[in-house]
């Protein structure tokens, strides 16, 4: 079976980080999320994966063709202007020369429950389309499913309004096709989850929906993604290769990429940081994400931070909730 991974989308919410690294190739635990991906729908019986990518796509091919990144063959179709899911998904199935039933996901999800459980439930159920749910306990900004007690999805609410819904089941962004469905989707730019899902659901037609257990989240947003790593965490860090704590430095529930120095007496607590980061003795790293190459000076604070590649936090400064642009350097004081 194909997969069709959507990764044309411009991250605009993970800025700073997105400026200098595709969404799909932020790091989860050291590890370029799409190769996390690639690997689960393998396991999941997916043989090939077909990239819809935009203008950025052919970083993202490059990476994905290196050698151990992917077990499974993958290739890429450009798109020459955003398609919004559908488009893609349209676009892709039909450059590749997709066949038969398939599957679309979305490019900056994790998953860590079984696909083929779902592929299965789909066959079974004789569905046309088949929708992976998670349950959360607070769906606000996710499209929400309501079944019947067959799991035949029976209407959706897109990205409810705060408040407006308590705990429910959200699309993980996986999804189980069957072919001639792509003929349905709306032509031009268009959202499948806003036209065709919601479209198939008021028609009655067999669209399920199967609820999964287990670690699920997208990269959205930066809280998003530090929530995915307290979760894959627990108590736990995620030490790559060639990183060096001095002696009298902690990383508390954090991960840190490969290359990075953490100095003498500095502290790193749930944060993330990407390859090369140094931070000089006695400095704090708190609840941050700190992408590749930069440097938090000594006896520096950083706390609830998003910092951008290269950037400089000189010493003693205390950047509290910044976002700090690639190659910037803070030298403020913010009240702590
Ligand atoms: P934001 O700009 O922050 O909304 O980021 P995004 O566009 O990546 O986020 P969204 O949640 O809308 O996208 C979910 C997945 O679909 C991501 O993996 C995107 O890369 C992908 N995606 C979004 N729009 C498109 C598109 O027009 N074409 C393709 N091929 N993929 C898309």
Same mark, same amino acid.
């Given at each position: 079976m194909d997969a069709v991974v959507?990764?044309? #989308? %411009? #991250?605009t919410r993970l800025r700073p980080l997105t400026r200098t690294r595709h969404k799909s190739l932020v790091p989860v635990c050291n590890r370029p999320a799409l190769a996390i991906l690639l690997q689960w729908l393998a396991e999941g019986g997916v043989s090939r994966a077909v990239l819809a990518v935009g203008q950025a796509g052919a970083v993202l091919l490059e990476a994905a063709q290196r050698? #151990?990144? =992917?077990p499974i063959p993958v290739t890429a179709v450009e798109e020459r202007e955003p398609l919004g899911s559908g488009g893609a998904i349209r676009n892709a199935v039909r450059e590749a020369g997709i066949e038969g039933r398939f599957l679309a996901v979305n490019g900056d999800i994790y998953a860590g429950f079984p696909l083929a459980p779902i592929v299965s439930a789909h066959e079974r159920a004789g569905a046309q389309l088949t929708i992976a749910l998670v349950p959360l306990e607070d769906p606000t900004g996710y499209g929400v499913a309501e079944l019947d007690p067959e799991g035949r999805i029976l209407r959706f609410a897109e990205?409810?309004?705060?408040? =407006?819904?308590?705990r429910g089941l959200v699309n993980a962004g996986v999804w189980v096709f069957e072919? !001639?469905?792509? %003929? !349905?989707?709306?032509?031009?730019?268009?959202?499948v989850e806003e036209t065709l899902f919601p479209a198939l659901a008021e028609a009655g037609r067999p669209i399920f929906g199967v609820q999964c257990e287990g670690t699920w989240a997208d990269l959205g947003t930066p809280e998003r993604y530090l929530a995915l790593h307290r979760q894959l965490l627990g108590e736990r860090s995620a030490i790559a290769a060639r990183v060096a704590i001095a002696p009298g430095a902690a990383a508390v529930r954090s991960a840190v990429g490969e290359g990075s120095e953490v100095g003498p007496g500095a502290l790193v607590e749930d944060s993330v940081l990407w390859e090369r980061v140094q931070v000089g003795a006695g400095a704090s790293v708190i609840a941050s994400v700190v992408a590749d190459g930069v440097f938090v000076g000594a006896g520096a604070l950083v706390r609830g931070c998003v910092v951008g590649s290269g950037a400089t936090i000189a010493p003693g400064a205390v950047a509290i909730g910044r976002k700090l642009e690639p190659g910037e350097r803070y030298d403020g004081r913010d009240e702590a």
């Open positions: 959507l990764a044309g #989308g %411009e #991250g050698p #151990g990144f =992917s990205k409810p309004p705060p408040d =407006s819904v308590k072919r !001639e469905l792509v %003929e !349905e989707i709306p032509p031009g730019p268009a959202r």
